[in-house]
């Protein structure tokens, strides 16, 4: 995820001298019983110039109120300050990608702050009982100035912040896609065309849609791999011949599963929260060479001319069809995709606004909380 990426590219980049990671907080009692049950998550690589803090308390969730959120999040802040003293961290710049630190911790010791909102929280519907507390820490960060950084125009949009602000979308690994390796059997042994999505299925998935396009292409195979979010949302699926529904695969399978078929899809529903999405899975699609075909969103626009874009009045079916015909990337037009779309050039433009553009980020310190919205 974003989050992820963001946080290997801090902890590898020679231009910042001083790396704080922040976890969520994590529920005490849990942790206290993984480590009698011999459960052990991997080492965090400390060093002298890299440190983790773990902030804990008695339930991992959030509070939905906005007092008892203003409450757990100074004290979040205040683990964060003295975790960066330790470290020699004066006046670090912060990058958190949690709307609650970035709306309700102080952080008056810090240089400079950015949220990077890479999901738009205040849309999802299994995190509703949330949606008055984004709004107000998104207020929050509005009325701070602090700098945001969003996925999509429609994120920013939503925040309106006050202070620094840019759109920078997902992108890619290269090392990832540059030579994926052969499929593995059961997807190689499926009747062709193989039409693949690939991510969480869950209500915003077009069930319609992907039913339309099973029945059109019969002879073919629907794969929906990745894991499920919203059982009721993919239950009319599962009875239907020619659909397969996957459980999540690792990363290199999922290059060479990207780039074996013949066409990949994101038949999106139109609502708020895939309005304001960027899309990691395009970028993906796309970087495997694969002709593509999904829902004409407003953060579709920019990803690449060759996606077929299903407007409201168009069939999806239709769109499949057409990408099918229009083929694959070249393998010049796909490589040059992936260096223009790399995780690299993301973040050297969110680092330029985070840390300064003066090109002095070798004398910076920063602190990263790369949570997200760990609900």
């Known amino acids: 995820m974003p989050g992820d990426r963001l946080l290997v590219t801090l902890l590898n980049s020679a231009a910042i001298r001083n790396v704080l990671v922040a976890n969520p907080y994590r529920s005490a009692p849990i942790q206290w019983a ?6 052990r998550s991997a080492p965090f690589p400390d060093d002298s110039r890299r440190t ?3 902030p804990h308390r008695l339930r991992r969730r959030d ?18 300050e003295q975790a960066a003293s330790r470290l020699g961290a004066s006046h670090p710049a912060v990058i958190t990608t949690s709307p609650f630190v970035a ?17 738009e929280w205040a849309s999802g519907l299994p995190l509703r009982r949330w949606w008055p507390a984004y709004d107000e820490a998104y207020a929050r960060v509005r009325r701070s100035g602090r700098g945001v950084v969003a996925v999509s125009q429609a994120i920013v949009d939503r925040i309106m912040p006050t202070g620094p602000s840019a759109v920078i979308p997902n992108g890619v690994a290269p090392e990832e896609w540059r030579s994926p390796p052969a499929p593995p059997s059961w997807f190689a042994a499926l009747p062709s065309p193989r039409i693949l999505y690939v991510g969480v299925l869950d ?5 319609s849609a992907v039913r339309e396009v099973a029945a059109r292409f019969s002879q073919g195979t629907v794969v929906l791999l990745g894991p499920v979010g919203d059982p009721a949302a993919v239950d009319p699926l599962r009875h239907v011949p020619n659909i397969r529904i996957e459980p999540p695969v690792g990363r290199a399978e999922v290059a060479s599963v990207v780039h074996a078929a013949e066409v990949c899809v994101m038949p999106h529903r139109r609502m708020r929260i895939t309005a304001a999405m960027s899309p990691l899975k395009l ?41 099918l015909a229009r083929g694959p990337l070249s393998e010049g037009e796909r490589l040059a995709f992936i260096d223009a779309s790399s995780w690299q050039r993301r973040y050297d433009d969110l680092l330029s606004i ?4 003066d090109g002095q980020l070798s004398d910076r310190a920063g602190v990263a909380n790369v949570a997200g919205s760990d609900r």
């Open 63 to 80: 509070p939905t109120s906005i007092r008892a959120l203003e409450r757990a999040y100074a004290a979040y802040d205040r683990a964060l």
């Open 203 to 207: 209500d915003r998935l077009d069930v």
């Open 354 to 357: 985070a840390l300064g553009a």
């Open 283 to 323: 970028y993906e699609y796309l970087a495997g060479g694969r002709p593509v075909a999904a829902t004409d969103l407003p953060p579709v626009h920019a990803v690449h001319p060759s996606i077929v874009r299903v407007r409201e009045d168009e069939t999806f079916a239709d769109g499949v069809a057409d990408a």
């Open 103 to 119: 709306g309700f911790a102080p952080l008056r010791w810090a240089r400079q702050v950015t949220f990077y909102a890479w999901d």
């Open 34 to 39: 993984r480590r009698l049950s011999g459960q």
């Open 52 to 54: 983790l803090v773990e």
